[in-house]
């Protein structure tokens, strides 16, 4: 148990010192831009076409092709921001039904009205929570540095002492 301490160092981040990742929560914000882009551009259909073309030509039954049909649209890839740009300039029943299928998300109270963000109490709490440890954390590592500096700076004056 001593090792671990032995440096001073704080121990219960599990990322440790990699700063690479963070928790912060950031939500993306793009610019559309001033172009209208083609309908067929913001999408594609590739490996889905050749998913239907198998299931079409398959012997399975046509609950079964129905059902995979439905799976395979997953793998229609979607470009959002050609779709962000395609609702910047979309009639306004076209933007309300693309807020509803989640293709754009434009605010927090959109998401949560359209279903798509479930906030709780709970959720806030460990958020909260989170914060704290960091803030301990931080507080913790700070005032271990600062005894480090203090340290260091007794050894030196005690080495300068010694060599008078």
Do not use: C, W
Not at 17 to 23: E, G, N, V
Not at 112 to 134: C, F, P, T
């Amino acid at each position: 148990m001593k090792q671990l301490f032995e440096n001073n160092e704080v121990k219960n981040n599990p990322m440790g010192d990699d700063t690479k990742y963070s928790r912060a929560i950031r939500v993306p914000q793009y610019e559309p831009k001033n172009e209208k882009p083609a309908l067929e551009t913001v999408y594609d259909l590739t490996k889905y076409s050749r998913l239907l073309a198998k299931i079409n030509k398959s012997g399975v039954s046509e609950e079964e092709k129905k059902f995979l049909k439905f799976a395979a649209s997953r793998h229609i890839v979607f470009t959002y921001s050609k779709i962000a740009d395609y609702y910047a300039h979309a009639s306004a029943e076209m933007q309300n039904l693309m807020e509803e299928s989640a293709l754009v998300i434009l605010d927090m109270d959109d998401a949560i009205a359209n279903g798509y963000v479930a906030l709780s109490e709970k959720m806030k709490q460990l958020i909260e929570e989170e914060k704290a440890r960091d803030a301990k954390a931080k507080e913790a590592k700070n005032i271990l540095k600062a005894q480090r500096e203090l340290a260091e700076k007794k050894a030196k004056e005690k080495a300068d002492e010694q060599a008078k």
